[in-house]
């Protein structure tokens, strides 16, 4: 992940590296769990468009969301509804 100089907002690795990995069987499906959680229909339905329309698979997003969260790489403001990269 970089720093967006612009801002505290974190960007990602670029998405063709990440969805390469994924779908060229990088992760085997025996190294991955199932995630099953209730969450808002609206935001699931908004996530669902951005992700068609970014042409990103959900379970890449939320798989390297996942992934940075567990690092430590940023921080969630649950208050506010930001994400920010820590320092």
């Known amino acids: 992940m ?15 590296d990440i969805i390469e990995k994924t779908m060229s069987g ?12 209730p969450i808002n229909k609206e935001v699931l339905d908004n996530f669902r468009t951005k992700c068609k329309e970014e042409n990103i698979p959900m379970n890449v997003v939320i798989e390297l969301f996942c992934k940075r969260f567990a ?6 403001d649950v208050v506010n509804g930001s994400i920010k990269r820590k320092e």
């Open 26 to 37: 990088g992760d085997k499906m025996a190294d991955k769990g199932v995630l099953n959680t």
């Open 71 to 76: 690092e430590g790489g940023f921080e969630l």
């Open 2 to 16: 970089t720093k967006n100089n612009s801002d505290n907002y974190l960007t990602a690795t670029p998405k063709s």
